[in-house]
Structures are given as structure tokens and as C-alpha cells.
């Protein structure tokens, strides 16, 4: 059997509200990026580090979809459409060439609360659901290695709901995965900011 360690990259998309719902945003998406340790580190922070380090001479640059999109903040540089050309030819080459796998979970929030009321957070539920396909993808893979979950931080009470809610899971374990087998797989659970510049989280 492989024994891979691996990281569970975590970063939502839309708010968690179910009672202010906005029209022209009314669902929340959390996506995971799953990858080897080893592959992860050869590969996306390896390619990414590089890049930036060509381009603006450091690797303390954080790639973040909207700046890129408006050219705005360090981004500014895009606007040489030469550049432009390069950093977008070797980002698409360093994803598309990169070894790692998807598990996301879309929620129609207006749809959620009519079935199921307001009172759950729908991100805690993401989350759960995507533990779970992420623990059926390594039995598949007959890879018994650890896995290490890192999530982009929101906030102090956000946060600390996340880490009630894996609390829970970790000793009672979910519907579908028992704690025995949640406390052999995760071995850590790891809030980081922005400003900690991590290149699994970007990606």
C-alpha cells in the first residue's frame, strides 16, 4: 500500500448567510485542492515561487483572482501586455501541468434554507461533506498516508466555529465516516491568512 501524506487546500466563495441572501450571488461554494506533500511541493510552490520571483523579484507577491482580473495592487505590471502574456502562459502551464485532484461543494443557499431552515452553517457542512469524498478518495487510492487540512482564515467567530466544528467530527466522526477512522487520516487542522502568502490556498 502507498503512503502518500497529502494537504486538503480549503477557500470558499460567497458568504455563509442564509437569511440576507444576495440575488446576484445566491449560493456558497467551498473548494479543496487535494495533493501529494511531495507533489505540492515540487510542483505549485515550486512553479509559483518562481514565477513571481521573474516577475516582481520577489516571492512575496499573493496571487488573488480579483487583482489579477482589475490589474490592481502588485497586478499592476499586467498592464505591459507582454507581461501580461508571460505571467498568464506560465500560471496556466504550472496549474495544467500540476498533480492534484478537486472536491468541491455548491450550496443554492435559498433552496437550503427553505428544505432545511437557517440555523446551520452551511460552510461546516461543506466542509464535512468534503472530508468525507476527500477519505473515500484515498480508500480508493489504497493510499494510507496523513493528511494535513489547511483553510483560508475569515474571521475570529468564523474561524472558531470551523474549529468547534471539526472538534465534533474529530470525536464523533460524520454520517458516513466513524472518528476511528477521521483521527487515523487528519493530522492537523490550520487556519492562514493572506498575509501568510501560502501557495496551496492560491491556488
Not at 85 to 99: A, H, K, T, V, W
Request: net charge negative.
Amino acid at each position: 500500500m502507498p503512503q502518500n501524506d497529502y494537504y486538503l487546500f480549503l477557500d470558499e466563495s460567497g458568504d455563509h448567510g442564509l437569511t440576507n441572501i444576495d440575488p446576484g450571488f445566491p449560493v456558497f461554494v467551498l473548494c479543496s485542492i487535494l495533493c501529494k506533500k511531495d507533489d505540492f511541493s515540487a510542483q505549485i510552490d515550486t512553479g509559483f515561487d518562481q514565477l513571481k520571483s521573474d516577475l516582481w523579484g520577489t516571492n512575496n507577491v499573493h496571487f488573488h483572482s480579483r487583482d489579477i482580473r482589475k490589474c490592481e495592487k502588485e497586478f499592476q505590471i499586467l498592464f505591459d501586455l507582454d507581461i501580461k502574456r508571460q505571467f498568464y502562459e506560465r500560471l496556466n502551464d504550472c496549474i495544467s501541468s500540476s498533480d492534484y485532484t478537486i472536491i468541491a461543494s455548491g450550496i443554492k443557499k435559498k433552496d437550503y434554507a427553505k428544505r432545511y431552515g437557517v440555523l446551520n452553517d452551511v460552510y461546516s457542512i461543506s466542509l464535512t461533506f468534503i472530508i468525507e469524498r476527500t477519505i473515500f478518495y484515498l480508500d480508493d487510492q489504497d493510499d494510507v498516508g496523513d493528511l494535513y487540512i489547511l483553510a483560508e482564515a475569515r474571521g475570529k467567530e468564523e474561524d472558531k466555529l470551523l474549529r468547534d466544528h471539526m472538534r465534533k467530527i474529530y470525536n464523533r466522526g460524520t454520517f458516513y465516516v466513524n472518528n476511528q477512522r477521521l483521527r487515523e487520516r487528519i493530522k492537523s487542522f490550520k487556519f492562514y491568512k493572506k498575509t501568510d502568502n501560502h501557495n496551496g490556498l492560491q491556488l
